[in-house]
């Protein structure tokens, strides 16, 4: 079952010294229920971004859905921050090792939406043993760690291949892409399948936020 689409900002290409005002941006556009917030480590991505105290302290001033992205090496240690920080939902990599459905399990036992990600050098095999453990299956359509990369056409299959696995086993996550995903982009991932659509610099730069939301929404 298809979800109805939503644009989901990531502040990341906000201004760091500003996130709040950048939150504030994408809260005031007609349409945006949703914001991304990727969490960065270092490790397991080359860079680094904000941590669980930048999000408690942006959580106050916002009513949009926070959709938080752990690209951590280890984040089954840093879930109930996040969630106590303000967290609606949680999404982690299947790429490092640890307890991944234990942890998807103690997101879901902490009140939150759970999702499953993988770079777009996994193969999409990989998702299967979490597909009825999550609520979103997020496709990273670039290598993570930076924003405004371009996009990888070779991860439209994979999202035509979880959209087919999401009708043929009756799920209904959330498919999710993530990087270079602009009007142009976005629009193919949504052919493909993917309900949910994050943007950082194509949504932040853009002179016309409502009209880009209603475009990738409508
Ligand atoms: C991983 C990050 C970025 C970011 C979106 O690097 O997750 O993909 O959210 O970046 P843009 O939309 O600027 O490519
Ligand atoms: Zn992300």
Redesign the pocket.
């Known amino acids: 079952m298809a979800n109805r689409p939503l644009v989901a900002p990531?502040i990341?290409?906000g201004n760091h010294a500003h996130l709040a005002d950048s939150l504030s941006v994408a809260e005031s556009t007609p349409g945006i229920e949703w914001i991304?917030l990727?969490i960065?480590d270092g490790h397991f991505?080359p860079?680094l971004s904000f941590g669980p105290q930048t999000v408690k302290d942006l959580r106050p001033g916002s009513n949009l859905f926070f959709d938080v992205?752990l690209?951590l090496d280890n984040p089954h240690l840093y879930i109930e921050a996040f969630i106590e920080a303000g967290a609606q939902n949680v999404t982690i990599h299947t790429e490092p090792d640890y307890p991944h459905l234990d942890t998807l399990a103690k997101i879901r036992q902490l009140g939150v939406g759970c999702g499953i990600c993988i770079n777009p050098g996994t193969p999409v095999e990989d998702l299967k043993p979490f597909l009825e453990h999550v609520d979103l299956v997020l496709l990273?359509?670039?290598?993570?760690?930076?924003?405004?990369?371009s996009?990888r056409e070779d991860v439209l299959p994979k999202i035509e291949t979880v959209a087919r696995w999401r009708e043929e086993q009756g799920y209904s996550w959330r498919i999710e892409v993530?990087?270079?995903?602009?009007l142009e982009t976005g629009l193919r991932c949504k052919q493909a399948g993917a309900d949910t659509f994050?943007?950082?610099?194509?949504?932040?730069k853009h002179s016309d936020k409502a009209a880009f939301t209603q475009t990738l929404q409508g």
């Open positions: 990531s990341l290409a991304h990727d960065m991505v860079n992205h690209m990273m359509t670039v290598q993570p760690g930076f924003g405004g990369q996009f993530d990087g270079g995903v602009n994050v943007a950082g610099t194509a949504f932040f």
